[in-house]
């Protein structure tokens, strides 16, 4: 696929996937977004859509390729509760593959939950940018004039969403009930993964925006993962951003999505949301 070529097929799964959130995941606009996605090269997302949107609401009988065939793969509009370690679910509103996680050794059931198999695609979050409602909650901690504003992007380096501020992926993962990645859950992925399924999830070369705290308000934590499995950490300043820090979606079981009945919320120190994915 040349590059105007894929720049063409991603603006069109830009606007079927937006069509898609904005119809409350009607069944015409899956059957569009799915085949959107299909020609894109997303193949498995579009499988997973498609046999969503056929077969209802529950468990279905989905096969995941390598290095994930031997996970059950759950098509459910929520995260199962019955689900076990290393099992898959698939979000048919963030269209996103969460797997199953345990604790790293040392922390407490917090870190139970899903985390997502891939970072946030560029297309996920423009779409978000696109259709997110919010309003200034506190102005004095904002540094900068183009929050939640598109920036130029590429499509020969990744296809991931980089090169946003730590504020705008808490943002993002809020509008979708989740939260962003922590280091720790970084650790208790590669605890739990084969070296081939961590290196699908941590991409060679990202960083990733860390939920965890940095130590002081002017900064932000970022994670990276080695070659080895180990995750890095190191600190930027709180209004940094890079085209190499991208980001990671999770939950917790605890509370799970968050209820789409609780708007507005505050997202990080700058934003309050005034909608969600679910409720567009």
Same mark, same amino acid.
């Given at each position: 696929?040349?590059?105007?070529?894929?720049?063409?097929?991603?603006?069109?799964?830009?606007?079927?996937?937006?069509?898609?959130?904005?119809?409350?995941?009607?069944?015409?606009?899956?059957?569009?977004?799915?085949?959107?996605?299909?020609?894109?090269?997303?193949?498995? /997302?579009?499988?997973? =859509? !498609?046999?969503?949107?056929?077969?209802?609401?529950?468990?279905?009988?989905?096969?995941?390729?390598?290095?994930?065939?031997?996970? *059950?793969?759950?098509? *459910?509009?929520?995260p199962?509760?019955?689900?076990?370690?290393?099992?898959?679910?698939?979000?048919?509103?963030?269209?996103?593959?969460?797997?199953?996680?345990?604790?790293?050794?040392?922390?407490?059931?917090?870190v139970?939950?899903w985390?997502?198999?891939?970072?946030?695609?560029?297309?996920?979050? /423009?779409?978000?940018?696109?259709?997110?409602?919010?309003?200034? &909650?506190?102005?004095?901690?904002?540094?900068?004039?183009?929050? =939640?504003?598109? &920036?130029?992007?590429?499509?020969?380096?990744?296809?991931?969403?980089?090169?946003?501020? /730590?504020?705008?992926?808490?943002?993002?993962?809020?509008? /979708?009930?989740?939260?962003?990645?922590?280091?720790?859950?970084?650790?208790?992925?590669?605890?739990? =993964?084969?070296?081939?399924?961590?290196?699908?999830?941590f991409?060679?070369?990202?960083?990733?925006?860390?939920?965890?705290?940095?130590?002081?308000?002017?900064? &932000?934590?970022?994670?990276?993962? !080695?070659?080895?499995k180990?995750?890095?950490?190191?600190?930027t300043?709180?209004?940094?951003?890079?085209?190499?820090?991208?980001?990671?979606?999770?939950?917790?079981?605890?509370?799970?999505?968050?209820?789409?009945?609780?708007?507005?919320?505050e997202?990080?120190?700058?934003?309050?949301?005034?909608?969600?994915? &679910?409720?567009?």
């Open positions: 696929m040349n590059s105007n070529d894929k720049a063409n097929k991603l603006i069109n799964l830009c606007d079927k996937y937006k069509e898609y959130l904005q119809s409350g995941a009607s069944y015409t606009s899956a059957l569009a977004v799915s085949d959107a996605l299909g020609d894109y090269g997303l193949k498995l /997302h579009a499988a997973a =859509l !498609s046999m969503y949107i056929n077969g209802g609401d529950g468990a279905c009988s989905f096969e995941l390729p390598e290095p994930w065939a031997s996970s *059950t793969c759950y098509l *459910t509009q929520s199962p509760g019955d689900a076990k370690p290393l099992d898959i679910w698939f979000d048919p509103f963030e269209l996103s593959f969460m797997v199953r996680t345990v604790n790293p050794l040392g922390y407490g059931k917090a139970i939950g985390v997502s198999i891939s970072p946030v695609y560029y297309w996920q979050y /423009h779409v978000f940018q696109l259709l997110v409602k919010f309003k200034e &909650r506190d102005s004095s901690f904002l540094d900068v004039n183009d929050l =939640l504003a598109s &920036r130029p992007f590429g499509i020969d380096k990744w296809d991931y969403a980089s090169d946003v501020y /730590h504020e705008e992926a808490s943002a993002y993962a809020f509008w /979708h009930g989740k939260w962003v990645s922590s280091s720790i859950r970084g650790e208790a992925i590669v605890e739990l =993964l084969s070296l081939e399924q961590s290196g699908i999830i991409p060679e070369g990202m960083s990733y925006w860390d939920a965890s705290f940095s130590g002081t308000e002017d900064s &932000r934590s970022v994670f990276r993962c !080695s070659k080895g180990s995750i890095d950490n190191f600190y300043g709180e209004w940094d951003r890079s085209p190499d820090i991208g980001f990671i979606t999770v939950i917790t079981d605890q509370v799970g999505l968050i209820s789409t009945d609780v708007l507005p919320r997202s990080g120190e700058c934003l309050a949301l005034l909608n969600c994915s &679910r409720k567009v």
